[in-house]
């Protein structure tokens, strides 16, 4: 048998025969738990020998089926098994006797569970002493050159053949393929740092240093941003490991970099609080270089892949906010939220709106003497402007027609506030357009302006490219206050002068005959 079918079989062993001695543990301390909050006594001292009798068990099994065992008094797991059923013969005697006198003695016990799981003791301690006849038996066979699986008994054993010969063992090239990184080993040993550093530059890592917990803080504190895993010892001066995992674990910008602690102290309770606070694992001295590095690397790749989960995470955000920002470049606030939120057939009936149409008078004879790029640089620039214009006097743009530009106020908000806020835009819109005029000595553009104030139904049209829009009378009386509005003049309705209840400087057109409408009285805003 080579040295590493023999190292399988003795895991095996040890742990088939710890099985059967954690349930005579758990059952006992379980036991001991329900007597003392029943206050009978006299069974909780029977039952705490019975645990000190596992807790022997449980030690002899260490103590001799252990690796070295074998190899530094080369022995073979037959005379391991032969050594741990002497050592075991006196505790296993206490626990399966103590047990059939319990039951014995305690017929009238009324403890849920209770005579159940003082057979559940009996069954395992017999158990061990069968796994242990198992074992030698096994181990003689095998000698032999018998078939495991046509043995009885040793079928759990004949696994370990196939686990074997279903992993590779480890070669050179293996221990060479690591995931490396930067490191950061925390050890108030020079020698232990040291060490680790040649040991895992050779295997290609950055490695800083430091020999104090104080000393690791202030590294990281410079370095964090690159340090892909920390190695932490616990027991160091001025500030100890357990002192540093709680600062790294607390820490916004540090949290996420894997902590490996590797510490002489082996007890549960430094295992477990460190687990607790968040180290991704716990290597006792002495630790053996080739599973530490499997650790170190495993760490490191783990750390590296949500680095680039966190990348691209933060690369989606950026990109949902240009779409959100799209979005909300071509659609109101509140309907964008519908529209994120899969709703179908948004649409709403709003009142009191107050739209505003605007076209530009003889810009397409002009235009057609001009190359498109200047063409489309000058109305490019003016609707521009009259889009911060919009945003600055709290108005939605709905859309643009050629030369045409058309927004609302009203959609949220107060009306008589955004009727107002209309009237502001369409003083704003002339001066922005005599101020291109100003600018450029191409063209001469005069803009004409119709405001109306209505009832309107707005909402979403179309598939793949959709459309927010509005209708109803009211967008057809403002077009025509538009089209029948003087070059250079802005044109209200009677309805938006009733609506903003103040006075504006107004001057009154009686009559005015509106296809589609009838004859009406208009008004004219003095603006200058």
């Not at 099994?61 to 690796?67: A, K, L, P, R």
């Not at 159940?116 to 032999?144: N, R, V």
């Not at 820490?251 to 902590?259: A, C, F, N």
Request: glycine residues 4%.
């Amino acid at each position: 048998m080579n040295k590493r079918t023999e190292s399988a079989y003795l895991a095996k062993a040890r742990h088939n025969l710890k099985n059967p001695v954690n349930a005579i543990l758990g059952y006992s301390e379980m036991l001991i738990e329900d007597c003392e909050d029943e206050n009978l006594n006299a069974l909780v001292s029977d039952l705490v020998k019975l645990n000190k009798a596992g807790n022997d068990v449980l030690d002899a099994i260490d103590d001799n089926f252990d690796e070295k065992n074998l190899s530094e008094n080369n022995k073979s797991i037959m005379d391991v098994a032969r050594d741990t059923e002497i050592a075991i013969r006196t505790p296993l005697t206490t626990i399966i006797g103590y047990s059939e006198l319990i039951i014995e003695d305690n017929d009238k016990i009324k403890l849920d569970n209770f005579y159940s799981d003082m057979e559940k003791i009996i069954q395992s301690g017999k158990q061990i002493e069968l796994e242990l006849k198992s074992i030698m038996q096994f181990k003689d066979h095998l000698e032999k050159g018998i078939k495991l699986k046509s043995f009885d008994n040793s079928e759990d054993y004949s696994m370990v053949e196939d686990v074997l010969s279903s992993i590779k063992p480890l070669n050179r090239e293996d221990r060479d393929l690591v995931r490396t990184g930067t490191i950061l080993a925390v050890d108030d040993n020079v020698n232990n740092t040291d060490i680790l550093k040649k040991r895992l530059e050779r295997l290609g890592n950055r490695v800083l240093t430091a020999n104090n917990g104080k000393e690791g803080i202030d590294i990281l504190s410079s370095n964090w941003q690159e340090v892909d895993l920390i190695l932490l010892d616990i027991v160091m001066p001025e500030m100890n490991g357990f002192e540093v995992l709680r600062h790294v674990k607390g820490s916004k910008d540090l949290k996420s970099i894997p902590v490996i602690m590797i510490s002489s102290m082996d007890d549960k309770d430094s295992i477990y609080r460190c687990i607790e606070m968040g180290a991704d694992d716990y290597v006792t001295k002495p630790f053996d270089k080739e599973i530490l590095n499997a650790r170190i690397s495993s760490s490191i790749e783990r750390k590296q892949l949500r680095d680039k989960e966190k990348e691209l995470i933060d690369e989606i955000k950026i990109e949902r906010d240009k779409s959100e920002k799209l979005l909300l470049n071509i659609l109101p606030k509140e309907i964008a939220k519908k529209l994120k939120n899969k709703e179908k057939n948004i649409s709403k009936r709003h009142e009191n709106i107050t739209i505003i149409f605007t076209d530009l008078v003889n810009f397409t004879p002009q235009a057609k003497n001009l190359n498109a790029d200047k063409v489309v640089r000058v109305l490019n620039e003016l609707f521009k402007n009259f889009d911060d214009l919009t945003l600055k006097h709290g108005l939605e743009k709905i859309k643009t027609i050629g030369d045409s530009y058309f927004a609302a106020g009203g959609l949220t908000g107060n009306v008589q506030v955004a009727a107002k806020n209309t009237i502001n835009l369409s003083k704003d819109m002339v001066k922005a357009t005599n101020s291109l005029n100003d600018d450029t000595d191409f063209m001469d553009l005069q803009i004409r302006i119709g405001i109306h104030t209505g009832n309107v139904i707005a909402g979403i049209i179309g598939k793949n490219k959709f459309a927010y829009d509005l209708w109803g009378a009211t967008v057809n009386f403002a077009s025509r206050l538009e089209t029948t509005c003087e070059p250079g003049k802005i044109q209200i309705s009677e309805d938006t002068k009733v609506i903003i209840g103040e006075k504006l400087d107004l001057e009154r057109r009686k009559d005015v005959k509106m296809k589609g409408i009838g004859i009406i009285n208009t008004y004219y805003l003095n603006y200058t």
